[in-house]
């Protein structure tokens, strides 16, 4: 299809593959409370009671969330020697936080918040509609021998460029169903066979992520024992991730970190499909109201939220419409066309979008690794990257004076969402570095 946009600038640099950022000219304060969502901020807090029912349940499956009394959950972790190294050393960044969902139990990365919370709740209603489970009875029994038999029963599928595969495979066949993960064909190889180690059917395409959800879809429409993660559509997903902006909310409030209209906060959140970064910047919006500027990241040759946001267009845009690769090493983030639903929610709440190259992905990975031993993936390193451009790029320097901000940036949080990594194996790891470091020496 031929992409009209409005500013043919961007739109060169968009096509060009140059690292730049959008700022969203639909922006409308208040956004949330418009009334013509299809989903709404009494949703996010259901979600966070859906969550905390579960966490008993969690708690029986998951030996790992033991302490938390079955909460998933990941620490903001004030950068210091990194914030050096990212030359964001002088006051004007205010405070900067890494959001470590990286190191989140159960799945390793930010799919664990939307994965995970899904499969569980399709599990509860399941026992629920069968008599497993009685109104007020104990919610550990879905983790009981009786259940696992019943839950066999069913499939989980998925598809996924990795990480949401993961996290659905580990929950699904935590609680016995079987599951079958469409993986598209630049999935990581160390992702399909820690699947296959869990007894996970895993069907690899040799297309792209949207082609594997399609057939993923296919299959399960066909048959009423298999149930599908649908990652195009999901409120589920959505709603899961979003409850992560109350942890965010406790976590600053404790730090004593103040979110007002004189203290601003900046979310960075790396975005494939957008369910994931428009989760979080949705719940962050239904608690901190517009407080909160949420930015999403992209590698630049698969930015398929950016292009599709900034054309406006009521159709989805695809990478591929701007004549773009979508080839990335950043395996989360290598979606060609967003989620419609995503798109929806997002287009007058989201504050922007910018894009960054695969060696700045992998040079930022040896710096968080050099810096601070953090173990990110390509996809969470993208996040490091908004400060720079919202205080450094000309349309972030815009952006700051038309909200009224400028004056406030000293006393702003910035939040780095680092979305994985943990789970990456020692191999695979050293292989990033070795690229980061053979970049660095050229
Ligand atoms: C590490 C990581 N970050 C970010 C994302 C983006 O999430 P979403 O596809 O929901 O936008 C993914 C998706 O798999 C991921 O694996």
Redesign the pocket.
Known sequence: MTVEVPNAQLLQEVASAWPTLWVNPKYKAGAIDGGDLPVNPSDVLDAKRNWERLAPLLAACFEELEATGGVIRSELLELKALRHALEYGSPEYGRLFMKADSELPVAG???AR?GVYEVFLFAEGLARQNGLLADGGDIRKLAGAEARDFFSGYTIAVG?????GLSVGIAARALGFKATVHMSFDAKQWKVDRLLRLGVEVIKHEADYTTAVENARVVAEADPSIYFVD?EKSRHLFLGYSVAAYELAEQLKGLGVTVDENNPLFLYL?????????GVTFGAKAVFGDNVHAFFVEPVQSPCALVHMMSGSEELVSVYDVGLTNKTEAD??A?ARMSAFVATVMREMLAGIYTVPDADLLRALLAAYEAEGLRL?P??TAALFGPEFLLRHPRGEEFCAQRGIRDKMGRATHILWT??GSFVPDEQFESFLAQARSLAQR
């Open positions: 990365s930010i799919k939307g996924s460029t990795g990480n949401l990652d790396p975005c494939g499909i957008g369910g994931a970064p428009g989360g983030m979606v993936e996809s969470a979305t994985g």
